[in-house]
């Protein structure tokens, strides 16, 4: 199993500010993604972070919004750039699901108010 | 419509009692099914996993698959307090990507 952890935990932002999100691995994993938990809804995956290339971003999702990197196979980051209240949720790093016998993960998420 | 509906609930059953949760779903593609448990403030888990139709079974936990239907449940029995959580079904199709499509959650709450 992979353990997951994630920084901040929560955050209380401004409108128009840009908050990093940090995601470790304890091991290295080839597939990492990110997600968002907006109460009362399903999760909705942002995008497939890349190990050394661009990100693979969902319908919905943009790059200069949502900026991500990968730097190496234990860890990323996502950006959530020129936030708005709408940007208020729940971001969750996973990583894992390489092939359908390969459990996917979950790091406890990051529970971001926007003001 | 959603490709995966679920109920959010909340589901309260006093403990002992046998939980039923359901997920319908749209996309005769799907293949695998799976469950996921989300405590507060934490990330899902995997709960149980199950390919195509039919039942498993693992300690007081069934998932239970009925393509026909395009229909799945995961029923607990016995139920425990500390059963109380968010319950997430999700699925994967054949198309090659092993990203699930996820359902809402149902928040079940198991009271002494």
């Known amino acids: 199993s992979a353990v997951i952890s994630q920084k901040p935990s929560r955050d209380i932002c401004q409108r128009g500010t840009s908050l990093t999100i940090q995601c470790q691995v304890d091991?290295?994993?080839?597939?990492m993604f990110w997600y968002r938990q907006q109460p009362g809804q399903s999760l909705t995956l942002i995008a497939t972070?890349?190990?050394?290339?661009?990100?693979?971003?969902e319908s919905g999702f943009v790059i200069d919004k949502f900026p991500i990197s990968r730097p190496n196979l234990t860890f990323s980051t996502l950006t959530v750039s020129n936030m708005s209240p709408e940007d208020s949720s729940i971001y969750l790093c996973s990583a894992g699901g390489q092939g359908i016998n390969n459990e996917q993960f979950f790091g406890p998420g990051t529970r971001l108010t926007v003001l | 419509q959603k490709e995966v509906e679920q109920d959010p609930g909340p589901l309260s059953v006093p403990e002992g009692a046998i939980v039923s949760l359901n997920c319908t779903y749209s996309n005769s593609a799907f293949q695998y099914f799976m469950w996921y448990r989300q405590y507060s403030r934490k990330g899902p888990e995997l709960l149980m996993y199950t390919y195509s139709s039919g039942n498993k079974e693992d300690g007081r936990f069934t998932a239970q698959v009925d393509k026909s239907s395009k229909y799945i449940s995961l029923f607990i029995r016995d139920s425990q307090p500390s059963d109380s959580a968010t319950y997430l079904c999700?699925?994967?199709?054949?198309?090659?990507?092993?990203?699930?499509?996820f359902g809402r959650g149902t928040s079940l709450i198991v009271h002494p």
């Open positions: 972070a890349n190990q050394g290339s661009e990100a693979t971003y």
């Open positions: 999700a699925m994967i199709g054949s198309g090659g990507s092993y990203i699930p499509t």
């Open positions: 091991s290295q994993v080839t597939m």
